[in-house]
């Protein structure tokens, strides 16, 4: 990660310099400048101050911290897969806690053509059609 975010930080920290280069020189001869070229300045200031975060700074050092402390003190919210190797480490009531969440793909709204809807494995028998009664 410090490699490709050292590598980017040069090639955008590069663009993010023409840029501001050529704005400064447009303000400096009194061309037309448009004042939206405010936003992508701000932005890559930004944009570049993370990246040189994370490729010269304590940002990965911070992002394991966090995940160290996400997994320490919020692990009930980090269930993984039911295909992962490690499932046998959570307990059932912690793989059970968030059984009532469907897939993103279920919440889109039915007029959408990719819309599907989910199976319930364990149906209400309240809303199942009831078989006619043979006497």
């Known amino acids: 990660n410090m ?8 090639w955008y920290g590069g663009l993010y310099t023409c840029l ?8 400096a001869a009194r061309a037309p400048v448009p004042k939206l070229v405010v936003v992508p300045i701000l932005a890559g ?6 990246l ?11 992002v394991v911290k966090e995940a160290e402390n996400i997994l320490a ?7 993984p897969p039911k295909q992962s190797s490690f499932i046998d ?5 912690q793989r059970n806690h968030f059984n009532h969440i469907n897939a993103v793909s279920t919440y889109w709204p039915s007029f959408v053509p990719f819309h599907y809807q989910a ?17």
């Open 3 to 10: 490699a490709q975010a050292r590598d980017m930080l040069q």
């Open 20 to 27: 501001v280069t050529g704005v400064s020189l447009g303000v």
């Open 45 to 50: 200031g930004f944009m570049l101050t993370n």
């Open 52 to 62: 040189a975060d994370m490729a010269y700074g304590t940002k990965l050092v911070r």
């Open 73 to 79: 003190n919020e692990r009930s919210k980090l269930i």
């Open 89 to 93: 480490k959570y307990s059932t009531e």
């Open 119 to 135: 199976h319930d494995p364990s149906p209400n028998p309240e809303t199942q059609p009831k078989e006619p009664s043979s006497k």
